[in-house]
Each structure stands twice: as structure tokens, then as C-alpha cells.
């Protein structure tokens, strides 16, 4: 089946600044999902991505899906201790409706 | 609406017993997938249920099972437990998209049932 890999599986930033983790495929995806785990909890759903080249924004989260549908990126602005948790991107390819997850952007905040 | 329950929520079990756990979807969400999640391997998908019928299944060894009721309430079943089993299992439950304009089903997930085999 497809898979997703994620860059980078740890990501340590400073409260304030910017950063970006990445979702890659060698396939083309229908679709793809990006969902937020906080430390000691469950992957809450945070938006879905379907058409090429799609921009979507929540708050200092802006959420792209490549033109080529083969990647995606999620983009934090002025990081926040509340931003803390990790990140998964999941994906469905076009004869697949499995869902199949990354491995996670771990996420850490210096105060 | 209720969100996902899971129960028991934490179970530590010794190798070669077996468990039950046990997953309650949202009301009116059909589909319910069931994953793994070690620190080692992240997510892993298990097997889906919809409608009573196993939709898709993960590459788990046949030792994990699963099953789901007319009410959409699931469960998944490990026999012949191993210490590799130990793990978060988290359930999740979605319903209908229009898979036609390429929408993939969000998943919602359970608080999970935290395993521990000895």
C-alpha cells in the first residue's frame, strides 16, 4: 500500500518562532488529513486537503497540498505552548481507502 | 454529541492470555478502524469495520481480530498475547463521505485502551 513519510520526526522550536513539517508520497493522493496528538492524549482531526494546490488556513495554521497531490505541509506561525504535541498527516491514494498515517512531527516548545 | 468511548482504558495482561477491548462509536457513524500506536511505530492500522463486515485490514498476524455489531459498537480481540503487544490500542469511527469527489473519512478518535503485557 501507499505510504506517507514525514520530515522531520522531531521538530524543537522556540516559543515565537516559525516552522514547517512535511508530508511526502510517491503517489498521487486522493486526499489528506492532518491531525494533532497532544502528550497523553488521542490524534484529534485538525482538516482534510482534496484539490490540487489547496490552501487552507486555521488561525497561525495554514494547511497546502502539493499541485501534484504527492505532498502536503503544514506551516505554524508564532509557535505557542499550546502548540506542543505531535503532528500526523494521513492520506488515502486513489484505489486505497485505507487510511494511511505518517509518522509524526513531534513537536516541542523552549519557553 | 458523545465522542468515542473506549473501555477499559488501561488492562495489563500477561503473554499467552488473551483481551477483548471494546470501542463505542459516535451516534451515527458506521465505520469504525481500530490502530496500534507504539513509540516505535507510530500509527499502525488494524483492520476497519463497516456495516458489520471487515472493509480493510492492516498486516497484523492473525492473532488480532476484530468484529462489529448491527449497532456499530466494535471489538478487537488478541489471542496468545506477546510482549511486542504492548501498546495504546485507539479506536476511531467515521461516517460517510463523498469518497467520489475524493474525500478520504475523517477519523475520530477514542481516548484508547492503554495494554501492557507482562
Known amino acids: 500500500g501507499q505510504q506517507v513519510m514525514q520530515i522531520p520526526q522531531y521538530q524543537h522550536v522556540q516559543e515565537g518562532e516559525d516552522f514547517t513539517t512535511y508530508c511526502n508520497s510517491s503517489t498521487t493522493l486522493s486526499n489528506i488529513q492532518w491531525y494533532k496528538q497532544r502528550p497523553g492524549g488521542h490524534p484529534v482531526f485538525l482538516i482534510q486537503?482534496?484539490?490540487?494546490?489547496e490552501v487552507k488556513k486555521q488561525k497561525r495554521l495554514t494547511f497546502q497540498f502539493g499541485e501534484a497531490k504527492k505532498n502536503s505541509s503544514l506551516h505554524i506561525t508564532a509557535t505557542q505552548t499550546t502548540d506542543v504535541g505531535t503532528y500526523f498527516c494521513a492520506a488515502n491514494s486513489s484505489n486505497d481507502y485505507k487510511l494511511s498515517f505518517g509518522a509524526g512531527t513531534t513537536v516541542t516548545v523552549r519557553a | 454529541k458523545a465522542g468515542v468511548t473506549q473501555t477499559p482504558r488501561y488492562l495489563i495482561k500477561t503473554r499467552g492470555q488473551q483481551v477483548t477491548l471494546s470501542c463505542s462509536p459516535i451516534?451515527?457513524?458506521?465505520?469504525v478502524s481500530w490502530y496500534q500506536q507504539t513509540p516505535g511505530q507510530g500509527l499502525q492500522f488494524l483492520f476497519e469495520?463497516?456495516?458489520?463486515?471487515?472493509?480493510n485490514k492492516g498486516n497484523f498476524p492473525g492473532r488480532f481480530s476484530g468484529r462489529q455489531f448491527s449497532n456499530s459498537r466494535s471489538e478487537m480481540n488478541v489471542s496468545t498475547l506477546e510482549l511486542g503487544d504492548s501498546a495504546l490500542y485507539l479506536c476511531a469511527s467515521s461516517r460517510m463521505t463523498d469518497r467520489l469527489a475524493g474525500e478520504g473519512e475523517t477519523q475520530y478518535f477514542g481516548p484508547g485502551t492503554r495494554l501492557l503485557v507482562l
Open positions: 486537503l482534496v484539490k490540487s494546490g
Open positions: 469495520y463497516f456495516s458489520e463486515t471487515q472493509r
Open positions: 451516534s451515527g457513524h458506521r465505520s
